[in-house]
């Protein structure tokens, strides 16, 4: 276990379904983040919160809403999503500003849109 | 962009033979990380070279850096069937501010 965990594991939504994806860490980090990872594709960041504070969102189409309502939680709210939108979520959390030290990533949530 | 780029995109081996992939980056950086992932899991964190570094140890993983080239290897020497994953490469910024980039990586396969 790397103290990231995210649930669901899996999710099955149709285009016109609601639902969220929860991240939470319990590492005292600052810093969280969502990538989504597509099959033949780079690990695209999508969000980045640090300290609560929305710091990057990567052009990230309106039907994702990340929420940060802690340094500890991390949420992706989906909504009327496409297909093309399945794919591996995964949250990670840092603390940027110190130097040299490493990600840890949750397992993930496989998304898949029908 | 300071993206990593790893090279080759696959590999495979017999069992016992060493692996070596490679990562290529852009922009001037304060360390390297190279991670593991395992199908359709997340990613864990190996080995991190900072960038006064060239080489670094970590039981079977070696991880050379090369600066000037802009460039590191990972080496898993004695490969088992049980590395069979993918290997990232991902690079912090200067000011550690940013977060990390990553390619799309190498996926290993050891035959046994």
């Known amino acids: 276990e790397t103290g990231v965990t995210q649930t669901p594991r899996h999710l099955v939504m149709g285009m016109t379904n609601k639902k969220s994806l929860k991240c939470e860490q319990h590492?005292?980090?600052?810093?969280m983040y969502w990538y989504k990872q597509s099959a033949k594709k780079p690990l695209e960041l999508m969000f980045v919160?640090?300290?609560?504070?929305?710091?990057e969102n990567n052009s990230v189409p309106s039907r994702f809403s990340p929420e940060c309502p802690n340094s500890s939680h991390l949420f992706l709210h989906l909504h009327t999503l496409q297909p093309e939108d399945s794919a591996l979520y995964l949250c990670?959390?840092?603390?940027?500003?110190?130097?040299?030290?490493?990600?840890?990533f949750g397992q993930g949530t496989r998304l898949t849109v029908v | 962009s300071q993206q990593g780029e790893e090279d080759p995109q696959a590999l495979s081996i017999q069992e016992g033979e060493n692996a070596t992939m490679n990562c290529s980056y852009k922009?001037?950086?304060?360390?390297l990380q190279w991670y593991r992932q395992n199908s359709g899991r997340g990613l864990v964190h190996l080995i991190l070279?900072?960038?006064?570094?060239r080489e670094k140890h970590s039981g079977r993983l070696r991880v050379t850096l090369d600066t000037s080239k802009k460039s590191s290897s990972l080496l898993i020497t004695a490969s088992r069937a049980a590395d069979t994953a993918s290997y990232f490469c991902?690079?912090?910024?200067?000011?550690?501010?940013?977060?990390?980039?990553f390619g799309k990586g190498t996926r290993l396969s050891v035959i046994a």
């Open positions: 990670a959390s840092s603390s940027p500003g110190r130097m040299n030290t490493e990600a840890f």
């Open positions: 590492l005292g980090h600052n810093a």
């Open positions: 070279i900072r960038s006064n570094e």
């Open positions: 919160y640090n300290f609560k504070e929305q710091t």
């Open positions: 991902a690079t912090e910024s200067l000011s550690g501010n940013t977060p990390l980039v």
């Open positions: 922009t001037s950086i304060n360390n």
